[in-house]
């Protein structure tokens, strides 16, 4: 019988490379598992068999999403990248499971948090504060968040790391790259390295919360004296490698909005698809991470309040102007210099323009067609991606086509891909052209 006093939201965090080795283990022989069993059953009907269909079972999702939950780490953070990035293109069923990983994450225990912050802060750890809350009002995917209160009314917000995070993130990533083999998803002459060390590097750098403090100032420092942004202060004695200390600030999640004034949804909107072109164009800077739980809004204020600077990274030059080669050719209308500067940019593979050009063509007349239209675009409206879709899937299905571009321009697409996404999840209509001709007016002086 199960204990009364366990709490299901609460798992320890599997700290030692061991206990996570074990973990991936019965991951693997419960996906086989699945495998085999999924296999026989479609024999017994007479149905064909493929790796992918075997794979991409409800029971396999399932198991996949429930392991990489009690992992946490650069595990569960894979899992919550392939949900957001990949957006409409996954199957159905893979995208609602995957999903779930946004927002499903367990917190530690009341012991081993105390563990934890006696090795950060020393036994006498409470002394610091007049209350800190046990319970954290947020668990993700490398930490959980608590409120506390400094002796002097201060209201922080207290980001943990879990334990053993940094020091699993290698093994993590080959792990979840082996899974991602053995399914048979991916072609095996598909060369995901220079993309795995990459995501590792990139993951060191969000578990150093002492790094992520400097961005965080960075960010404030940078968006000082434009009133629509507000980026918590950073409490420096308090911040170590494992613990991020700054200020709580009052908003309500981003996706409240869905139900707010159009017009509203669309300032907000607006704001930040600007933000994210002063990244790319003007700071040089992006924070890479476009998790919908980053942005809150205050309502009294009408502020969005940034959160979550561990995945700032520098944008290579080179990519900001591929970026803006891509985006002119689109204002222009020219499909030719739109598939051209897609390939130079790393988009899209010699292979693919040279095989499935049409499909290409046709895929780059909807995205032109879309943004020549007059008035706002409509990300509600989501009619002209069933056509992408099956474009993009027709192209897939040549696995000698498939290509990944490089890593630094994955990060930066990743953060304008879900920053789309959010846009549609409120259905919010922004003037993007203007905000596109200033950028590019900017850049190019």
């Not at 069923?93 to 934890?116: D, F, K």
């Not at 790094?211 to 409490?235: I, N, S």
Request: overall charge neutral.
């Amino acid at each position: 019988m199960a204990d009364p006093d366990d709490d299901p939201r609460e798992r320890a965090v599997p700290a030692g490379r061991a206990a996570r080795v074990g973990q991936f283990t019965r991951l693997g022989l419960g996906v086989v598992g699945g495998m085999v069993g999924e296999g026989a059953r479609r024999l017994a009907r007479g149905e064909g068999l493929r790796a992918r269909d075997l794979m991409l079972t409800p029971g396999n999702i399932a198991r996949v999403t429930e392991r990489l939950s009690h992992l946490r780490g650069a595990a569960m953070k894979l899992g919550q990248m392939i949900s957001m990035d990949a957006g409409d293109l996954l199957p159905p069923e893979l995208a609602a499971i995957l999903g779930r990983l946004r927002e499903q994450a367990h917190r530690m225990p009341p012991q081993q948090l105390n563990q934890l912050l006696k090795a950060e802060w020393g036994p006498d750890w409470r002394r610091r504060f007049k209350r800190f809350e046990p319970t954290p009002m947020a668990a993700a995917s490398i930490g959980q968040v608590h409120r506390a209160t400094l002796p002097d009314g201060r209201a922080l917000a207290v980001k943990i790391q879990y334990p053993g995070v940094a020091q699993s993130i290698d093994s993590d990533v080959d792990n979840v790259a082996t899974l991602l083999r053995v399914s048979g998803l991916l072609p095996k002459a598909l060369d995901i390295a220079p993309l795995l060390e990459a995501a590792k590097a990139q993951l060191a750098e969000e578990a150093d919360y002492e790094r992520e403090g400097a961005q965080l100032e960075a960010y404030k420092a940078r968006l000082a004296d434009d009133p629509r942004y507000v980026v918590p202060g950073l409490v420096p004695e308090l911040t170590t490698p494992n613990i991020l200390a700054m200020d709580f600030v009052e908003g309500v999640g981003i996706e409240t909005l869905r139900e707010a004034p159009q017009a509203l949804r669309d300032r907000v909107m607006g704001e930040l698809i600007e933000l994210v072109l002063r990244e790319l164009f003007e700071f040089g800077v992006m924070q890479t991470d476009p998790n919908f739980a980053n942005y809150r809004f205050q309502p009294e204020s009408g502020r969005l309040v940034l959160l979550d600077f561990g995945a700032a990274r520098p944008v290579d030059p080179a990519i900001a102007d591929s970026y803006a080669r891509i985006l002119a050719a689109i204002r222009a209308g020219g499909r030719d210099a739109v598939r051209e500067a897609s390939v130079a940019a790393g988009f899209v593979s010699p292979i693919a323009a040279d095989r499935h050009r049409a499909l290409i063509d046709g895929m780059i007349d909807v995205i032109v067609t879309e943004f020549a239209r007059p008035g706002p675009f409509d990300f509600g409206d989501r009619g002209f991606v069933a056509g992408l879709r099956e474009q993009g899937i027709r192209i897939a299905e040549d696995r000698e086509a498939w290509h990944l571009p490089p890593a630094g321009t994955i990060f930066v697409q990743r953060k304008i891909s879900g920053t789309a996404l959010l846009a549609a999840n409120l259905k919010a209509r922004v003037e993007i052209r203007p905000l596109i001709d200033a950028a590019l007016h900017e850049r190019a002086v």
